[in-house]
């Protein structure tokens, strides 16, 4: 990723770092963006501590995360009107894995199911202050068969806008 990027524009920097150790300097950015990635770092926190020290005062950290509620269960089946299942608690964090595969690709996600209530008091611990809470379902223009259907009952995706005062 690191090699398209520079190929499409060698003018802009990119860098390889971990989130929870940003190599920029304290106040160094306007904005920062965590897409659909706390939930596989081992060390949200941290990461979330990064991005408000190298924010500046009234800068912007928006983050978009796998949904808690659809990590903490499971449909009982494919049918649209399939049973949504929560086997054990909503509001304790676990390790969970996904395999995906498609078109002959094959990709393992290990990730942590957090609740809506520690990205919150993460984001609050960290100094920012939320502005803006979306839980996003699924648009009709998404389904591609009844099978799909039943997910348009639940939220998949939550997104944050935060402010560092």
């Known amino acids: 990723m690191l090699e398209a990027a520079r190929t499409e524009d060698?003018?802009?920097?990119?860098h390889?770092?971990?989130a929870a150790a940003l190599p920029f300097p304290d106040g160094f950015a306007d904005l920062a963006i965590a897409?659909?990635?706390l939930q596989d770092i081992d060390d949200a926190e941290a990461a979330i501590g990064e991005a408000a020290r190298v924010l500046k005062p009234g800068g912007r950290f928006c983050l978009a995360v796998v949904h808690p509620f659809?990590?903490?269960?499971?449909?009982?089946?494919?049918?649209a009107d399939a049973p949504f299942v929560v086997d054990g608690s909503y509001l304790e964090r676990f390790r969970y894995r996904d395999e995906l595969?498609?078109?002959?690709?094959r990709v393992v996600f290990e990730s942590e199911h957090r609740p809506i209530e520690w990205y919150v008091d993460a984001l609050v611990g960290a100094g920012f202050v939320v502005e803006?809470?979306?839980e996003v379902g699924m648009p009709e223009e998404a389904v591609e068969n009844d099978r799909h259907r039943r997910w348009q009952r639940l939220?998949?995706?939550l997104?944050?806008?935060t402010l560092r005062p």
């Open 132 to 134: 803006r809470l979306r």
């Open 35 to 37: 897409f659909m990635s």
């Open 70 to 79: 659809g990590s903490a269960g499971r449909f009982a089946g494919y049918e």
């Open 10 to 14: 060698d003018g802009i920097p990119v």
């Open 101 to 105: 595969e498609r078109d002959g690709l």
């Open 16 to 18: 390889l770092a971990d």
């Open 159 to 161: 997104h944050l806008r």
């Open 155 to 157: 939220p998949l995706f």
